[in-house]
């Protein structure tokens, strides 16, 4: 009797362990990756969560979705959902700088009223001359200033053309070296680096504190293609002393006749391999 009774209080001690063990990870979702579907929001952010996610990017600010920032703010808490930043810009216009200045407080007003810590420039007109792209660098530092009073980081989401040559120099690499570090910050998109013909990990190896923020990207499925060596991304970023990133995927294509409810289907479906695959990732940590 008394053995039983001991086996019986070791399995209760080691009950709290084995719940521990099954804890979601933070993995992060950039909302464009189902962006189409989101004519019910309060559905389709349901579904996020139950794809597995617990963390969201979201498009826009102050309105998200159609929402006032404090209204998704509570439709994310309502699902579990943490928003951690947005993808937005807003073009230069010298002649009118305040203006556009007030528009960038609008924008970090309701970030700061979601609870978010980044915002992120989604892609940017950078000119045909390095002339050009420093007067980009110099607008991102003064956006960047500005973000910083409302206790947010601003950054900068590369695509493949980033790394194309202006004058002999990589534009993203010259972005990176003139702008302050801090005040602008880049998210490395690591399949728009891969497409661009560069190395993440080198990247992050040259750049260890200037890189923050990671979109985690596939053909479709994370870790579907083999093109991307997302164990190595994982242990630098983390070694740089990083860890905030979230999954985007584009519109799945399928064949002419593939209907809409066809094609969305196999979206949600991505996006929730995409979270069990990182979920299992043992390079990927908890926190």
């Known amino acids: 009797m008394k053995k039983i009774l001991l086996i019986a209080l070791a399995l209760f001690v080691a009950m709290p362990v084995i719940t521990e063990a099954k804890s979601k990870k933070r993995i992060g979702l950039q909302l464009y990756s189902v962006n189409q579907d989101m004519g019910n929001v309060d559905a389709s952010l349901a579904k996020v969560a139950e794809a597995g996610y617990t963390v969201v990017e979201t498009l826009g600010s102050?309105?998200?979705?159609?929402?006032?920032?404090?209204e998704f703010k509570a439709l994310c808490d309502k699902h579990g959902l943490s928003i951690i930043s947005t993808h937005t810009s807003i073009a230069m216009d010298p002649k009118n700088e305040a203006e556009v200045m007030n528009k960038w407080r609008a924008v970090f007003e309701g970030l700061k009223t979601m609870g978010a810590k980044y915002c992120?420039?989604?892609?940017?007109n950078l000119g045909k001359s390095l002339a050009d792209l420093k007067q980009v660098c110099e607008y991102f530092n003064k956006v960047g200033k500005l973000a910083k009073e409302y206790g947010l980081k601003l950054?900068?989401?590369?695509?493949?053309?980033?790394?194309?040559?202006?004058?002999g120099k990589v534009k993203w690499e010259y972005m990176i070296?003139?702008?302050?570090p801090e005040s602008v910050f880049f998210q490395m998109d690591v399949y728009w680096t891969t497409r661009g013909g560069k190395d993440p990990v080198e990247y992050l190896k040259k750049y260890p504190d200037r890189i923050k923020m990671l979109h985690i990207k596939d053909d479709l499925v994370i870790g579907d293609s083999?093109?991307?060596?997302?164990?190595?991304?994982?242990?630098?970023?983390?070694k740089n002393g990083y860890k905030d990133?979230?999954?985007?995927?584009?519109?799945p294509r399928g064949p002419k006749n593939e209907t809409k409810e066809q094609r969305f289907a196999r979206m949600w479906d991505g996006?929730?391999?995409?979270?069990?695959?990182?979920?299992?990732?043992?390079?990927?940590?908890?926190?």
């Open 245 to 251: 990133f979230v999954v985007e995927q584009e519109m």
């Open 155 to 167: 950054g900068y989401h590369n695509h493949a053309h980033e790394y194309d040559l202006c004058e």
């Open 177 to 180: 070296e003139n702008t302050d």
């Open 120 to 124: 992120v420039i989604p892609g940017f």
């Open 226 to 238: 083999g093109k991307i060596d997302f164990e190595a991304i994982y242990k630098q970023f983390y």
């Open 271 to 287: 996006v929730a391999k995409s979270a069990a695959y990182l979920e299992n990732a043992k390079f990927v940590k908890k926190k």
């Open 62 to 70: 102050p309105n998200c979705f159609g929402f006032p920032a404090a």
